[in-house]
């Protein structure tokens, strides 16, 4: 039983930053994967990173690749996702969640969303 919490969502203009928090609690937290995945209305889960906790290695979708750096504190059991020069296009909800078979086989929890609006 794991509670995932995002924060750091806002507006924000074209071409700014923005980081976003991921803060996990629960009885245990021992994750293999973590990540992140956004959504629009109508729109599918389009994934965008993921970290191995234990070794912190990470991926990125092409979508975000370059632009996007995530991070985990696991002694906080934190996630983060930095992002740059942001478009029209990143405007979603952002989603941390736990990979519990790999980024390649989906997300199996994840939290209310945070969201990320971006304007001209």
Request: some cysteine.
């Amino acid at each position: 039983q794991v509670e995932l919490v995002e924060s750091g969502g806002g507006l924000v203009q074209i071409g700014g930053s923005l980081r976003l928090s991921c803060a996990a609690s629960g009885r245990t937290f021992n994750p293999s994967v973590m990540g992140w995945f956004r959504q629009s209305p109508g729109k599918e889960q389009e994934h965008l990173a993921g970290i191995n906790w234990r070794a912190g290695g990470a991926s990125y979708a092409d979508a975000v690749r370059g632009r996007a750096t995530i991070s985990r504190d696991s002694a906080k059991n934190m996630l983060y996702l930095e992002i740059n020069d942001l478009r029209l296009e990143d405007t979603a909800v952002y989603y941390c969640a736990i990979y519990p078979n790999g980024v390649s086989r989906g997300p199996g929890y994840w939290g209310q969303g945070t969201q990320v609006t971006v304007s001209s």
